[in-house]
């Protein structure tokens, strides 16, 4: 029978079946596994599924039997893959689960900022509604999605879904590649370099992979050359915004507004630049959450399922 680990089940959350997982052999599932615990969690398992647990040099030459590694996600941050090809290790992510969850997220923060639903939502709970003479309420201004630019860094699937809806919605739609190899939408959205997408939108939305090229790829230069009523929105990777330049700048005013739901560091400390911000009402966050549909963490399950049948 299959010998399978599952590291740190608990990362998907409850409700979840595991079914198609548990069924392919003796699975033991652990909520979670510290750096310490990770030899003896893993054991013998010939397959060992980890979110975000690190899988590295050490524990492969540790544990002879192991000949799968699958990501419960799309990132493989924390797996030597360099070394895994060396020793004959497969390693399979996650791809394409999560596109829908994550594009409706991208918008339920771009809505909260151009809408401020929250605060009109307050105003009315307060009693300032009832206490008020008129039917409505015009002192929090707020603008339409319609005619504005929407500049994608990361073209993929995610990018696309937003760039489907941003249409939907009446916006341009431009984007950047950060490979510089993605022409795959040219004939829908005008391709641009960074420096002049920069200039152009009114909305910058990050859905690209981090890596070297897209390490701090916007900071306090790239987002001074951006309008000041624009906006930036972050649900791809932590790192590719400079959050410490990123709260510098909203407290400006350079750009304003922004909405971010992935950090370089998960959970950021409590003295995070965003934890000290003279100007929070200009910044949405959301805790690494646009991925976590109850529908993308059920596909999710059987996309790990699928590449245990296939590559056992």
Not at 287 to 304: D, M, N, Q, Y
């Amino acid at each position: 029978m299959l010998d399978i680990a599952f590291l740190d089940a608990s990362t998907l959350g409850e409700g979840i079946d595991f079914e198609p997982i548990l069924k392919l052999g003796q699975v033991r599932m652990f909520a979670s596994t510290s750096r310490e615990q990770r030899l003896q969690h893993i054991g013998g398992a010939e397959v060992v599924i980890t979110n975000k647990v690190v899988i590295d040099k050490e524990i492969m030459d540790a544990c002879p039997n192991l000949r799968l590694i699958c990501v419960a996600g799309t990132g493989m941050d924390n797996i030597d893959l360099v070394y895994a090809e060396q020793k004959g290790v497969k390693v399979k992510n996650a791809v394409g689960y999560s596109t829908h969850s994550v594009a409706q997220t991208t918008f339920a923060l771009l809505l909260e900022l151009y809408m401020r639903v929250s605060v009109f939502n307050h105003y009315v709970h307060s009693g300032a509604y009832s206490a008020g003479n008129l039917y409505t309420c015009t002192q929090y201004p707020f603008c339409e999605l319609a005619g504005k630019t929407l500049g994608i860094i990361g073209m993929g699937n995610i990018g696309k879904q937003v760039a489907k809806i941003a249409t939907a919605f009446g916006m341009k739609v431009c984007y950047y590649s950060t490979s510089g190899k993605n022409t795959s939408c040219e004939h829908e959205y005008e391709r641009l370099e960074l420096d002049d997408l920069l200039t152009r939108v009114d909305v910058l939305s990050v859905h690209a992979p981090r890596n070297p090229q897209t390490y701090n790829l916007i900071g306090e230069k790239e987002l001074r050359r951006m309008k000041k009523t624009a906006v930036v929105l972050n649900t791809g990777r932590g790192g590719i915004v400079n959050e410490r330049e990123l709260a510098d700048v909203l407290d400006e005013g350079i750009i304003a507004g922004a909405g971010i739901d992935v950090f370089e560091k998960e959970p950021f400390d409590a003295e995070h630049p965003f934890m000290l911000m003279q100007h929070p009402e200009r910044l949405v966050l959301t805790p690494h959450i646009a991925w976590s549909s109850f529908e993308a963490r059920t596909c999710l399950v059987g996309k790990i399922a699928e590449n245990i049948c296939n590559n056992i």
